[in-house]
């Protein structure tokens, strides 16, 4: 450690640490000299014994952005005065945000703008390499701490670097304002967005509500990494870009996403991540909640990690594609955090600004990441919103799920919405809610407990998930759900059912169903089938398959967003790995054997998805219509009885009835006349009038008048 250190933490106010072992710590004045070599003292406010250092707070002059300092100590020992807290206060914001939206590299054929926002440097090189050639441009500070250059000639396929020099030493850094880059995020590139945007997109037509939605959560990498697949390629972007494959007869790769009947792909981080190898992809798995460049597609998805071309044609060919099938894309985005702070461009391009810190000037670690993204700074809150409306605007991206967002504010999030709403009407905005111990005050966490404040944002919504499955995490998997056979929960399976919208006796937790993302299985955890392996050990497997099925028609038959993680629907196991973030292929991978072996189970899904789209009683849009619309209750013994009084001229019902049995009894119901089974024992529908209807064990029963 150095024996002395001098942060800049406010407007005249520089911060001291001194090692005891030098001259015991103890000094009797400071100096600070800036680029013109002139001496000048500071005066020492406090001193304070640590320890093994002694603190020293001093007043100093209004400092120079853009220049550089040392200050110096009676003994003669002189350091870089670092830019520390400084950038976090009100006066910083005011003088230097920066609202253009022209940061990063501009292309043109004849020549090429590069602009960064670097308000603390004292200088910044462009560093651009055209065909191996480097060439390096000082760039020019201007308004705000925007450093700007234009570069003559055709960039197109230049790539390029900034090196920044603050706080006494120069950094190297790629861009984050960039849209590709080299392999592993060595260099970042210019690209020519008009050759990107060229690739034909086919928008989905209408413009669903987001109950409308059944959302599907499927990795690039697993969709096609097994070898059954078919695909040409396996595990990339223009893998899954296939069509028409299939093992056996069971359709594989993007034919099987299509043939669920689903309307919304998410797909897991799909933006560049650091932990596994581009030029190597096969020595390492991940599944990418390890963020480098958040505008810079995942280099080891495509089919040249040193083409910066190749990931974003590939990205874009692949949503454009999917949208070709009838699908709309939500991508998974990671906002909370960054890999690693040390390397991080943020960080090298203005320390201290983009991460959440706490009173004693250490990283807020909210996100047990190591640190938390600041999303509530104007620059970092412009920075998200920036890349939402690039990735739509470049790839055509239909909605975000946002990992913990819990850790981002409430203002960013509502800024978020409105932004993807201008460009897309139904785009859809939702997130993992949790409320994480970050150092943002607990009035503006975008958590489920902030919900009122976030109209039309949706939140994971563990109550549904608990209640119907049963908890979740390792110390809880024992632990059952209504549907797996805990009937102490029947009456909050009817608040589970309504999206959690309806006030007392039923629990509340949402202001409108669309906030409610119900998901009983996603890439954390254990599968459901897995976690069926210990609450219901002591159940032979085709009870399981039928807990499976109620699970599957649970999800669809409830108001709210319904989801599914990939492969819930043939019974997916990881062997009982709870967390496979790193578990390779193998573990990860659609299983298409099993999703053949298990055909029942998905045919059954589909079916149950397709009744879902065909009625929307079950799709409710505000908690009024909820209120008004439902009848709930239980009988014999955990039975649950879930109306919805909806007229529906496009089915010519007003009624639909679901009947939920986890019980091992049949049960008979007498009805008076004009219903029909809409969904049985086998997902199908059948259009006869009856009166009477069976329940059989362990089963949903959906009927209509
Ligand atoms: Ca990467």
């Not at 700074?377 to 967002?405: C, E, N, Q, S, W």
Request: proline share 4%; aromatic share 12%; with cysteine.
């Amino acid at each position: 450690m150095a024996s002395m250190s001098a942060y800049l933490d406010d407007f005249g106010k520089i911060t001291v640490w001194i090692n005891r072992t030098f001259y015991g710590g103890k000094t009797d004045w400071f100096c600070i000299t800036g680029d013109h070599g002139y001496c000048t003292d500071l005066i020492i406010t406090g001193v304070e014994d640590h320890g093994d250092q002694i603190r020293y707070d001093l007043t100093c002059p209004i400092l120079d952005f853009g220049a550089s300092y040392m200050v110096r100590e009676q003994h003669g020992l002189s350091v870089p005065l670092i830019w520390r807290m400084i950038v976090n206060t009100k006066q910083f914001n005011d003088r230097f945000t920066y609202e253009g939206n022209d940061l990063g590299s501009t292309y043109h054929q004849n020549y090429t703008e590069f602009a960064l926002w670097a308000p603390t440097a004292v200088s910044v090189t462009l560093r651009v390499r055209v065909s191996r050639k480097l060439s390096a441009y000082p760039m020019v500070r201007g308004d705000r701490g925007v450093w700007r250059i234009r570069v003559s000639g055709d960039l197109k396929h230049a790539t390029y670097t900034y090196m920044i020099e603050r706080n006494g030493v120069i950094a190297e850094s790629a861009d984050p304002y960039a849209y590709s880059s080299t392999g592993n995020g060595r260099e970042s590139a210019v690209i020519d967005l008009d050759e990107i945007r060229a690739i034909r997109d086919y928008p989905v037509s209408g413009s669903p509500f987001e109950t409308d939605a059944v959302i599907y959560e499927a990795n690039v990498r697993d969709m096609t990494s097994n070898p059954f697949t078919g695909t040409k390629t396996n595990g990339l972007f223009s893998s899954l870009s296939e069509t028409g494959t299939a093992y056996r007869d069971m359709p594989t790769g993007l034919s099987y996403l299509v043939s669920l009947g689903v309307t919304h792909i998410q797909l897991m981080p799909v933006l560049d991540f650091s932990t596994v190898d581009e030029f190597h992809p096969q020595k390492t798995y991940n599944w990418g909640y390890d963020p480098m460049h958040y505008l810079v597609p995942e280099g080891s998805y495509s089919s040249d990690p040193d083409d910066p071309y190749a990931r974003v044609r590939e990205l874009r060919t692949l949503i454009t594609t999917m949208h070709r099938e009838g699908l709309r894309v939500n991508l998974d985005v990671v906002f909370n955090h960054v890999y690693d702070v040390a390397t991080s461009p943020f960080e090298a391009i203005l320390p201290y600004y983009y991460f959440r810190y706490n009173e004693r000037g250490y990283l807020s670690n909210g996100t047990f990441c190591g640190n938390d993204f600041a999303s509530e700074k104007p620059m970092v809150r412009m920075y998200i919103i920036g890349v939402i409306r690039a990735l739509m605007h470049t790839y055509g991206v239909d909605g975000f799920r946002f990992d913990l967002m819990g850790i981002l504010d409430v203002d960013t999030m509502n800024e978020i919405r409105s932004a993807a709403k201008r460009i897309k009407g139904s785009a859809m905005i939702y997130g993992e809610g949790w409320d994480m111990p970050t150092t943002l005050d607990g009035a503006r966490k975008a958590s489920i407990l902030n919900q009122s404040k976030m109209p039309g944002i949706g939140h994971f919504n563990d109550y549904f998930r608990d209640v119907v499955k049963g908890k979740t995490s390792d110390d809880q998997k024992y632990d059952r759900g209504y549907v797996t056979g805990d009937l102490g929960q029947s009456f909050n399976m009817l608040s589970a059912l309504s999206a959690n919208v309806l006030s007392t006796p039923y629990f509340k937790r949402f202001d409108s169903p669309e906030q409610s993302i119900n998901a009983l299985e996603t890439h954390d955890n254990n599968t459901v089938w897995d976690k069926m392996h210990f609450c219901c050990g002591n159940e032979d497997r085709n009870t399981r398959m039928k807990r499976q099925k109620m699970l599957i028609a649970s999800t669809l038959c409830a108001q709210g967003v319904p989801f599914i993680h990939a492969g819930m629907e043939y019974c997916g196991t990881k062997n009982d790995n709870s967390n496979s973030y790193n578990s390779g292929d193998e573990i990860n991978q659609m299983n298409w054997q099993r999703a053949v072996l298990n055909s029942e189970v998905v045919e059954y899904t589909k079916k149950c998805i397709a009744m879902r789209r065909k009625y929307a009683a079950f799709r409710l849009r505000d908690a009024k219509e909820i209120e008004e619309s439902l009848h709930l209750s239980v009988s014999d013994g955990g039975v649950v009885f879930y109306d919805i009084e909806k007229k529906d001229p496009q089915t010519s019902t007003e009624l639909m009835r679901v009947i939920i049995n986890p019980t091992f009894d049949e049960r008979y119901y007498h009805f008076e006349p004009g219903w029909h089974i809409v969904l049985d024992r086998n997902g199908n529908e059948s259009y006869s009038p009856t009166s009477a209807v069976v329940v059989p064990p362990l089963t949903v029963i959906v009927c209509a008048r």
